[in-house]
């Protein structure tokens, strides 16, 4: 054994009939061996001084000195403390909404629309940031189509502000046409989408349950993201998956390969829902994943999960600068608990000041700290854990299924 190395805490491992995988996650780096140089591995005792050098280059050994949980823990310090992310501000036009999802999380939820002296309050807010490179700004809902008013009258105020903005939207997609689309594009400076699928063709269309459902709305669904994808906006599908539902989540990629097999501006990414009696084993959710890349591997970006830079927050609740705002004015850290008022910061129409300080960091949880995965999740989703749920993000799974291809 050497005694000046050890191996990576951050490595994963994979066998095949191949050999081995060693994936690390903090270097993104990714490795095949055999069984002899695998054996050499376990026993940090190299035949040939280039096998050594190998591991060494890809982040797999490191110098026994070298405390790599402590200097990640550094980097996502210095990154939270110096690091001036975009301010990201999620507005919900409405918490009305024509679908009808049964395992919607803000149900019990008070409907309502936004009024034009919220935009101007919440406008008033955003000045008070550093807006030297504009913001990120996310329509979410509710449905925010069935509030288009809304978007138009605060977009201008942004505009008459000269307050610089990008948009992404979180829609189910139903409301969107050609007149919209033009608006996305030229108006609320959208550029990309998030449309989600809850299965092909029946289940999708048993699990929306629109109010004013059609029969042909699921391949109407399939031209309208044909359509925003010509118009230059990315569309992301994404998948939500539970046990009852699995199957026809298959015959969705199926549809979706298909219809977009060359498109690069659609993608998608399969999320398992969580809080239900119904939920996948982490095991079972592995296996799906390897069906879906089976299927299709060019849509779900893997790479994307492989070497993608380490996460120095799990999500915005973390982030400092990153709000969301819903119908009656009150700001959260979290998109997840708009309309519950006891968790808001304060309300945009009492003149609330944002927070500039360093938020909370992630991933600090006895667990996470020993998860190889700690790199790609940092704790995962915050209200995902506050219900007890896996608050572990889709990476993992992601990884683990591709591996297991290989």
Same mark, same amino acid.
């Given at each position: 054994m050497n005694p000046e190395y050890r191996k990576s805490r951050f490595n994963y491992i994979s066998r095949s009939e191949k050999g081995y995988l060693i994936y690390n996650c903090l270097y993104n780096s990714l490795s095949r061996i055999n069984e002899e140089e695998y054996a050499q591995y376990l026993n940090l005792n190299m035949a040939e001084e280039k096998l050594l050098h190998a591991f060494i280059e890809q982040g797999i050994v490191? &110098?026994?000195e070298i405390d790599e949980l402590q200097a990640y823990h550094t980097y996502t310090f210095l990154a939270s403390k110096y690091m001036k992310p975009k301010p990201n501000i999620t507005v919900t036009p409405t918490?009305?909404?024509?679908?009808?999802?049964?395992?919607?999380?803000?149900?019990? #939820?008070? @409907?309502? &629309?936004? /009024?034009?002296?919220?935009?101007?309050? #919440?406008?008033?807010?955003?000045?008070?940031? /550093? *807006?030297?490179?504009?913001?990120?700004?996310?329509?979410?809902g509710g449905e925010p189509l069935l509030n288009q008013e809304w978007m138009d009258y605060f977009t201008s105020c942004l505009k008459k502000e000269?307050?610089?903005? =990008?948009?992404?939207? %979180?829609?189910?997609? $139903?409301?969107i046409d050609d007149e919209v689309i033009l608006k996305m594009k030229q108006e609320w400076?959208?550029? =990309? #989408?998030?449309?989600?699928?809850?299965?092909?063709?029946?289940?999708?269309?048993?699990?929306?349950? @629109?109010?004013?459902?059609?029969?042909?709305i699921y391949y109407r669904m399939l031209q309208t993201i044909k359509k925003l994808s010509n118009a230059g906006i990315s569309v992301q599908i994404r998948l939500n998956i539970d046990r009852d539902n699995a199957g026809s989540i298959l015959e969705l990629v199926n549809d979706l390969q298909q219809v977009f097999y060359k498109n690069t501006n659609v993608s998608y990414y399969p999320s398992f829902l969580t809080g239900r009696k119904d939920a996948l084993s982490e095991r079972e959710k592995i296996d799906l994943i390897k069906q879906i *890349?089976?299927?299709?591997?060019?849509?779900?970006?893997?790479? $994307?999960? *492989? @070497?993608?830079?380490?996460?120095?927050?799990?999500?915005?609740y973390y982030q400092r600068g990153a709000y969301s705002v819903d119908i009656n004015g009150d700001v959260f850290i979290c998109e997840?608990?708009?309309?519950?008022?006891d968790y808001a910061l304060g309300n945009v129409k009492d003149k609330m000041e944002p927070d500039l300080e360093e938020?909370?960091? =992630?991933?600090?949880?006895?667990?996470?700290?020993k998860c190889v995965f700690l790199p790609k999740c940092q704790g995962g989703c915050h209200d995902a *854990?506050?219900?007890?749920?896996? =608050?572990?993000? %889709?990476?993992?799974y992601i990884i683990k299924a591709y591996l297991e291809i290989l």
């Open positions: 490191v &110098r026994k918490m009305e909404c024509n679908a009808r999802c049964f395992y919607c999380y803000e149900e019990g #939820i008070r @409907y309502g &629309r936004m /009024d034009e002296n919220c935009a101007e309050k #919440i406008i008033e807010f955003i000045k008070k940031m /550093d *807006l030297s490179r504009g913001i990120q700004l996310t329509w979410f000269e307050i610089v903005f =990008s948009a992404f939207m %979180i829609s189910n997609g $139903s409301k400076n959208i550029d =990309s #989408i998030q449309i989600t699928f809850d299965g092909s063709c029946e289940e999708y269309a048993r699990r929306k349950n @629109y109010t004013d459902q059609d029969q042909n *890349l089976e299927i299709d591997k060019n849509k779900l970006p893997v790479n $994307s999960y *492989l @070497y993608r830079i380490p996460k120095t927050t799990a999500c915005f997840r608990m708009l309309g519950h008022h938020r909370e960091l =992630s991933g600090r949880r006895e667990e996470c700290q *854990l506050i219900h007890g749920d896996t =608050s572990c993000f %889709i990476d993992k």
